[in-house]
Each structure stands twice: as structure tokens, then as C-alpha cells.
């Protein structure tokens, strides 16, 4: 590799978020130096691989943690890589129809499923109220146990026959595979690693352990990291990264798909789910788990030095940690979440939330998910001193944007790339053909 290079775009990381705006560079837009970095030797392995995320295309149908105009954000932003999977990657299997459903327990949950079902089905032709007898159909260990049925009352939102799976680390190499075919010119540098990023003349300069890229714009899809790379260029200060990691349990193959359960609003991150593993389809893998670790990557001890950059300890982070403590579920939720961390007990704690989706679950059958499991790189604004769910962008105005991408982001990953083309093309000067963009990937 030369010592030094030049490029029009730098893309720094090749999770789904980069490998999708390399893509959609490569085909909707005129900027042709198109290079991304990446430091591991192969593209997708932190939080975009099959094994650190939960594998759902999320529409908002079922979860009961997004408002309505969330949803239907999301709901967007789905159809666009369904669009991409379905039309310009036809051949290569990349999603996977299940059937998926959000399950009311008790009368409090039922009656509001019932109401969201009302608000929600206008909005989703597919979407379906399931009495107990389908829910019985659909999935006959979510209402029998030793034969009998469960005595709570029991409904459940949701649909039959969409695409509910990705694995996305098979998708991000579709997108860098159609990258190149679109532009003979795209170039990836796998174990490459950006150090820093410099403003430079009208530009900027990224220096990697390997060499240095002369560059008209960067977008940085770094994950964690990328809270990292802006503080060094005196971005996002006010900002800390506070990564929560999620863990997972599998079972023998229980569930014929995904079983959602309904939201305690009070709580920051999604309730569990229970879902069919595309690596493991034997198994059924319950999950995720709610746990703040010191690292930036799961199961990476090394990236506790990232984590110690960007964590910023101080007074008000401090604030916004204690403020969650203050509140008696929230606190609850927190402990319980550490505790299902905890060799020894943990699988006897978490069945307990498993049964809520399979009643008649036995300790015996549960098991931890060894080697599974990602970090959400939520941010804490410090300046409001309070938690920020969903994506992050530090777009800075000048032609360097950097990403930060908990849940949704990998359903997200095409809707983020159209956002940033926007502003590079505007910033370089080039064109994004928006309206080919659309027609191929937003259209019915
Ligand atoms: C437990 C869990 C469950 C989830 N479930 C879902 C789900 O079901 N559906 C969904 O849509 N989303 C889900 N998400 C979120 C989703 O996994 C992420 O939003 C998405 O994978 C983020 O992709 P990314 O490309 O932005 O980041 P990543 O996949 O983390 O990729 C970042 C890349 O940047 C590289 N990198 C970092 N620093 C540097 C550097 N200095 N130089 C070069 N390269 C660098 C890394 O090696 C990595 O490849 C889940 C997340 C978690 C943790």
C-alpha cells in the first residue's frame, strides 16, 4: 500500500452502517475515490456479525418500545434494505421470513396490545390480532405447558409471513461486493486502522497504522470508536459513551419465530425476546440482556482502553447514572441485569423472564450463549444530563460525520447512508441521484 494516498470519500469502519454508505456511494452517486478502512482482517465482526445482535429486520409492528412515528421511521427504513435484498440481491438469500408477534401476558398487557393494535394496523396491511387459539397455532410452547394451558390471559400482535431476519454481517459483504461491481475503483483495506483524522487544507487527513489518506470528506462508522475519533478533532465533547452490552441464552428450538414481549416503558432498553438463530437453527436464543460494560467491544478486555476515552467520567455523567438509580424498576432492572451476568445464578434468574415467553422452560434446558452478544454504544449528553436512545450522528458541517449506532442501526444502515451521501455530495461537490435511489429502494 502507498505511503500516501488521496481519496474523495474516506469511510472509517466495516460494520453494515459503512459497507451501506459505500454502497449507496458506489451506485447513486458521481464521487468515484471511494476508499474504506477497516482494522479487523475481514469486514462485520463487532456488532454487525450474526452472533452480537438479535438478527431482526425491525419494521416497528412489534415493538412496543417505539412510538408510532418511530416505527414508522424504522418501518422506512426496513423496506429499504428488504428493497436491496429483494431487488438487487435477489440470488443471495439474505433475508428470512419468519413468523414474528408481540405477546400480551395479563390483562394490563392485553388491553394494550389491543389499543396499539388499533393505532398501529392502519399503518401495517400485514399486521394481525392473534387470539389464543392462533398464538396456539403459531407457536404451541407460548400457551401449553406439561400439556395444559397457561392460566394468564393471553394476546398477541403480529404477522405471518414477512422478513423478520437479517444476518447482517452477510449483508454488509453484499453491500461491499456490489460496491465494486458498481465502481471498479472502490477500494477496502482490511487490518488498516485510523489513528486520527486531521483537518488538512480543504480537506482532511486520516492517518492509519499503514498510511495516510488525503481526502475531501469522512464518515466515520466506527461504532464506539467513533465518539473516539471526533473527540480528537474537538467534536462531541459534551458527549460520553456509555456501552451496554447484551448477552443471550439459547434454548433447544422452541419457537417457530420471534416472540417479542411488551415494554415496560420505564425501562431504557428493549424487553426480551425469544428468536430462531440463523447460525443455530436447532436453538432458540432468548435475549438481550441489559448490562453497562467498561469496553467498547464484547468480549474485546483490550478495548477498556477506548472505553476509558470516551466514558469521560465526571459529575454529570455520574448525574444521569444516578437519576436512573433513583427510579425503584429502573434499579430493579439494572441489578437483575448485572446478576444475569453472574455464573452460578444467572440461568436460574433468567428463566424466570424466559417463562414469560415459555411457561413450561426447564433450567436444564437453558444455557448461556457463550461467545454471543454485542455493546450498544449509547451516548449521554452531559450538557442535558440525560441517557440518548437510538442512533447518533456528530454531523460537523464541514465534510466529517461520525455515526454511533445502537439498536436499530443495522436496520437502519441504508436510511444513515442516504442521510450522509446527502451531505458528502453536497460537501464534495457531486451528485447523488436520489431519485434512482428511491425508485429502487423506497418503492411499494
Ligand atoms: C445485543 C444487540 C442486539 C441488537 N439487535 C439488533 C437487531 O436485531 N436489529 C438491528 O437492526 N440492530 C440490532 N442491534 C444494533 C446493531 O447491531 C448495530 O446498530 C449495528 O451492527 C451497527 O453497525 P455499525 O456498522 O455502525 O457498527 P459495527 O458493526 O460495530 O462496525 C464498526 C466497525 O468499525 C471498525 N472500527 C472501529 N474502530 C476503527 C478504526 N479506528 N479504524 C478502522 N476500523 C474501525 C470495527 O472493527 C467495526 O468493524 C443490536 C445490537 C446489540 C448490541
Given at each position: ?16 452502517s459503512?459497507t ?5 456511494a ?7 475515490r471511494?476508499?474504506?478502512?477497516e ?9 454487525s ?26 418501518k422506512?427504513a426496513?423496506?429499504?434494505?428488504a ?22 401476558v395479563?390483562?394490563?398487557e ?11 394496523a ?15 397455532r ?8 406439561h ?44 487490518n ?5 483524522v486531521?483537518a ?28 473516539f ?11 460520553s459513551c ?6 443471550f ?32 437453527g436447532?436453538?432458540t436464543?432468548f435475549?438481550?440482556t ?6 467498547l ?44 451476568e453472574l455464573?452460578?445464578i ?14 413450561g422452560?426447564?433450567?436444564?434446558e ?12 449509547q451516548?449521554?449528553?452531559?450538557r442535558e ?17 461520525f455515526?454511533?449506532?445502537p ?18 455530495t ?11 435511489f ?7
Amino acid at each position: 500500500m502507498a505511503r500516501q494516498q488521496t481519496a474523495d470519500l474516506v469511510i472509517i469502519g466495516g460494520g453494515i452502517s459503512g459497507t451501506a454508505l459505500l454502497f449507496a456511494a458506489a451506485r447513486y452517486s458521481t464521487i468515484r475515490r471511494l476508499v474504506l478502512i477497516e482494522k479487523y482482517p475481514a469486514l462485520a465482526q463487532v456488532n454487525s456479525a450474526a452472533t452480537h445482535n438479535s438478527q431482526t429486520l425491525h419494521c416497528g409492528d412489534i415493538e412496543t418500545n417505539y412510538t408510532l412515528v418511530k416505527a414508522l421511521a424504522v418501518k422506512r427504513a426496513a423496506g429499504l434494505v428488504a428493497n436491496y435484498a429483494m431487488r438487487l440481491a435477489a440470488d443471495e438469500d439474505l433475508l428470512h421470513r419468519y413468523s414474528k408477534m408481540v405477546l400480551g401476558v395479563g390483562p394490563e398487557e392485553c388491553t394494550r396490545l389491543r389499543a396499539r393494535f388499533r393505532e398501529f394496523a392502519p399503518h401495517y396491511p400485514w399486521l394481525r390480532l392473534f387470539e389464543v387459539s392462533e398464538i396456539a397455532r403459531l407457536e404451541p410452547h407460548v400457551v401449553f405447558a406439561h400439556g395444559r394451558s397457561r392460566p394468564e390471559e393471553l394476546v398477541a400482535c403480529g404477522a405471518e409471513h414477512e422478513h423478520t431476519a437479517a444476518n447482517f454481517a452477510a449483508l454488509a459483504n453484499s453491500f461491499a461486493t456490489h460496491a465494486r461491481i458498481e465502481n471498479p475503483d472502490v477500494q477496502i483495506h482490511l487490518n488498516t486502522r485510523a489513528l486520527h483524522v486531521r483537518a488538512s487544507g480543504h480537506g482532511f487527513e486520516v492517518e492509519t497504522n499503514h498510511n495516510t489518506i488525503m481526502t475531501g470528506a469522512v464518515v466515520v462508522s466506527a461504532g464506539g470508536h467513533s465518539l473516539f475519533l471526533a473527540q480528537q478533532m474537538g467534536y462531541g465533547r459534551e458527549f460520553s459513551c456509555l456501552p451496554v452490552a447484551g448477552s443471550f441464552y439459547f434454548t433447544p428450538k422452541r419457537l417457530n419465530g420471534k416472540v417479542y414481549t411488551v415494554q415496560n416503558d420505564k425501562l431504557p432498553f428493549a424487553a426480551i425476546h425469544g428468536d430462531p438463530d440463523l447460525l443455530m437453527g436447532d436453538a432458540t436464543r432468548f435475549g438481550p440482556t441489559a448490562l453497562i460494560l467498561p469496553e467498547l467491544e464484547r468480549y474485546h478486555l483490550a478495548s477498556t482502553v477506548d472505553f476509558l476515552r470516551v466514558v469521560r467520567f465526571d459529575t454529570a455523567l455520574l448525574a444521569v447514572l444516578a437519576d436512573m438509580f433513583i427510579d425503584a424498576d429502573v434499579r430493579r432492572y439494572i441489578i437483575k441485569n448485572m446478576l444475569f451476568e453472574l455464573p452460578g445464578i444467572r440461568r436460574r434468574l433468567f428463566l424466570r423472564d424466559a417463562r414469560k415467553i415459555i411457561p413450561g422452560l426447564n433450567l436444564s434446558e437453558l444455557r448461556f450463549a457463550k461467545g454471543f452478544g454485542g455493546l450498544r454504544p449509547q451516548l449521554v449528553d452531559r450538557r442535558e444530563k440525560k441517557l440518548l436512545m437510538g442512533e447518533a450522528k456528530i454531523d460537523t458541517g464541514l465534510g466529517v460525520i461520525f455515526n454511533m449506532t445502537p439498536s436499530p442501526g443495522a436496520t437502519s444502515c441504508l436510511d444513515n447512508a442516504e442521510q450522509d451521501l446527502r451531505i458528502v455530495t453536497r460537501h464534495l461537490g457531486a451528485t447523488f441521484d436520489e431519485a434512482r435511489f428511491r425508485a429502487e429502494l423506497e418503492a411499494a
